[in-house]
């Protein structure tokens, strides 16, 4: 069976050792340490660090959206998220449900635990984002509308009416959005409901 020991801090490295059992009682007896040597029972890690992965975070609008959606995908980024920009990529006139059905998808399925969408007034990409069991599209016109999404609604799709904002007011309620966790408790009988009865139950 594999124990662990810790390294001498001299090295100056992080570095965790795997002894065998064998190494492991001599010290515990008290005989001098003996390093161990490569065998099939000794790993070393030596200055292994590793990394979280970047949330990845899909993002789509419509031309309403078009504008404000380069700024929130830059945000993104300058927060440490990956921004999966779905479009549309420019301001030329589009339909909007392509981009809420693309991201809507992705967090239905599991892919993503969240995303974002931007239209003229926000109606039109929740209505269609909605559509998805499992899926919380949340209209935020301010930080405090999206704090009690995320907080009682446990919204999982922010959508923002771009034609009623301006940058600043878009990345406060993004930010407000991703930092505020979901409270649960009676929170979570509610929005279990929302599957559990209704027409699609
Ligand atoms: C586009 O003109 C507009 O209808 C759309 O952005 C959105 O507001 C729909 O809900």
Known sequence: MLQSARAPASSGMSK????SEPTRRGMRE??????PTVNRFTLFIRGARLEPMPEVIPIGADHAGFELKQRLVKELESLGFQPLDLGAYSAESVDYPEFAHQVAERVARGENPRGVLLCGTGLGMSYAANRYHGVRAAVAWSPEIAHLAREHGDAN???LPARFLNEEQGVAILKEWLNTPFAGGRHARRIAQIEETGPDA
């Open 30 to 35: 008290g005989k001098p340490r003996r390093r």
């Open 16 to 19: 965790t050792i795997l002894t």
């Open 157 to 159: 799709v922010l959508v």
